[in-house]
């Protein structure tokens, strides 16, 4: 929370304080640990046990947060969407660590991370899917993953668990990808029912229209588990300086009913998928160099990847919203980055 990146800095600036310091964080030695501890502490980390924990502690802000804003109680929750997706480790990838990808689970709507494991290098991110799911609710959860996850044991997984799906559909399902073509660019088409809905968006030097069309259609002909929905979703950018258009167009799937998701919803559903790449891979990548990072011990680069997302969630649910600026100011006011987690010294 106060700007350090390494495990090296985290030992610097615990010995940049006096006593009183010290013994607010629970030493009870004249000096905080040194850099080699840490190494040799966090290489041997029972890492799914910190994981687990620190899911079950996001879980609970998440729960807390959609309880406040509906004014509900927690067996009424809802829970908002949950995008997963996967994450090269760079810098430790150079250095041949063991773990250099992992798979997190992070909501929509804080931006906390749920849950996260790593992926071995021998396999990919579909077989540990199911270690993901089973670390989460997903009940009343709606789940949206990229193209390599739309599986059928996924989306069961998802279903039988109470929760529903949000599916890119690309070539690596390509009868589902033929079907879904079908009904929005099929010669008969036109026959069938379709609701949509447009967005328009300016800044960053382009200007960006998305229009998704959705559809039943496939309701009772797909025998994909749980699909109630599909979509197009077309994307047009116009780069305001050059005049240069791209155009691009996604289709998908959705086991949630027209009635829980009109188009507009849709639409945002799909849209904050991409929180997990600009709320926190993209905060860790640039705020806190993880790519950079080339540590490789034991389960050292997955421990301080863990505690990145940690400190990403707590400030979001801080109410931060530059979490470059908010270490910035932690680092300038200590004392009040130990009174976010409960420490009054």
């Known amino acids: 929370m106060c700007g350090c990146k390494t495990y090296s800095a985290i030992a610097q ?20 640990p040194c850099a080699a ?13 910190m994981e687990s924990k620190l899911g079950q502690w996001a879980t609970s802000l998440d729960i807390a947060t959609d309880t406040s804003d509906q004014g509900g109680s927690q067996e009424e929750y809802q829970g908002e969407a949950i995008s997963i997706d996967g994450k090269t480790l760079r810098g430790s ?16 709507k804080l931006g906390l991370t749920l849950a996260q494991c790593s992926v071995d290098k021998k396999t990919n991110e579909i077989g540990k899917m199911d270690e993901i ?20 044991e996924t989306s069961q997984t998802i279903v039988d668990g109470g929760g529903d799906y949000v599916m890119p559909v690309k070539n690596n399902q390509q009868r589902l990808l033929d079907d879904v073509k079908t009904v929005f660019d ?4 036109h026959l069938l029912s379709k609701s949509s809905a447009k967005t328009l968006d300016v800044g960053h030097g382009r200007i960006e229209e ?10 009772d002909y797909s025998d994909w588990p749980g699909l109630h929905q599909s979509f197009k979703v077309e994307r047009i950018f116009t780069y305001k300086r050059t005049g ?35 709320r926190t891979h993209w905060v860790r990548d640039v705020t806190f160099d993880e790519d950079r990072s080339q540590v490789r011990k034991g389960n050292t680069p997955e421990v301080m990847s863990a505690l990145r997302n940690t400190v990403i969630g707590l ?30 010294a």
Request: include cysteine.
């Open 93 to 108: 990838l150079k250095q041949g660590a063991s773990v250099t990808h992992l798979l997190s689970a992070v909501s929509h």
């Open 13 to 32: 600036w615990g010995r940049d304080y006096d006593q009183s310091f010290i013994k607010a964080l629970g030493f009870t030695h004249e000096k905080t």
């Open 133 to 152: 799911l089973n670390n989460i609710v997903l009940e009343g959860r709606i789940i949206s993953v990229d193209a390599m996850h739309t599986q059928r």
């Open 37 to 49: 501890t840490f190494c040799n502490v966090f290489g041997d980390l029972a890492i799914k046990i």
């Open 186 to 189: 099929g010669p008969c088409s």
């Open 315 to 344: 400030l979001r649910y801080a109410g931060e919203t530059n979490i470059a600026s908010a270490c910035r100011r932690y680092a300038a006011q200590p004392l009040k980055a130990l009174e976010l987690i409960g420490i009054m």
């Open 244 to 278: 240069k258009v791209h155009q691009e167009t996604v289709y998908g799937i959705t086991s949630l009913t027209p009635q829980e998701a009109d188009p507009e919803r849709l639409l945002g559903l799909v849209r904050g998928h991409w929180h997990i790449e600009n």
């Open 210 to 219: 998305r229009c998704l069309i959705c559809s039943d259609a496939l309701l």
